[in-house]
């Protein structure tokens, strides 16, 4: 009797678990090999944390290196092939973003040289000046700056403001989020509503369909912005996989796959378009393959480049999910 009953248990729980492989949503896992690191001919060009911007076009991948205040431009095969900057020009700036043809945009204080615009040689094509910004904004302190679908963005991560411009610096829109991200902390009771947590932006992109997404590392948040003001939260603290530790930079490929850097766990995190977690890479160590605190990350044609500390550059990863439907990193 005691056998049987034991063997009707063991047929329900295997068939339960037939089942749900047979009907659950199957989570693919993702295969990423390490591929090599940026160079040039002397070897694997030491930058520090260092800013990256892609040209989706070309797939030139462009350095901003912020201890040498240089621009340098990588072929498709991870070859230096240009720099930008020699003469101390953008000793002031402050970003870089680039345009899928190479067009350069260089990030200035708005209240000086604001936006200048550069071909992917260096020629200078034109000075941006920002019209019709609203009074209220004329302050703001910008630091990062996207160039998406002839839109540029403009974040001042300290107040959580993004502008939004036209390739030709004329204002179209504003996002400040501020009370979102205090709401969506406090609802995760990272903090208390009443309590006075000081929020900045680490890392900020944009997808394809106009989304906008950033990291917040104080309260160890990530998020999507909808074009119409929608907010999504996602992530949480903590040193398993998939959990954050002190995020930072973060990109979107064409298929709507997020890439996360953490400095502290020294991985990128691969998130799906629905914001689940898939899987990272990467984790502290010397090895070709290993990260020292990434900053940066960058997605083209089936790369993902990753800047770091401790003057190891950037390096070029590869992914490819086991799931043949789905293909992130590719653009």
Known sequence: MKKNFLAKISCIIVGLGVAL????????GVAV?????????SGPIKTFQARLAVSRKTNEVFVFDYADKNIRIFNEHGMEIFRLGEEEEFSRARDLAVSDEGDVFILFDLSGAGIVKYNFRGDLLSKIEVQNL?????????STIIFRDNRLYLVDPDALTILVLDQDGRYQTTYSVLEQVRDAAAMSKKMNKRQN???DISGFNVDSQGNMFFTIASIA???RLHPDGEITAFGKAGSSPGQFGVIAGIAIDDQGYVYLADKLRCVVMLYDKDLNFIDEF???????????????VAVSNGNIFVSQAASRGVSVYQARTTNDDISPAKE
Do not use: K, Q, W
């Open 221 to 223: 948040m990530a998020f």
């Open 33 to 41: 090999h390490y591929r090599y690191a940026l160079a040039n001919f």
């Open 197 to 199: 947590t000081l929020f």
């Open 282 to 296: 990467g984790y502290r160590g010397h090895g070709p393959s290993n990260l020292i605190v990434p900053s940066d």
């Open 21 to 28: 492989l047979l009907c659950g949503p199957a989570v693919a």
């Open 134 to 142: 609203p009074p209220e904004f004329v302050d703001l302190r910008p």
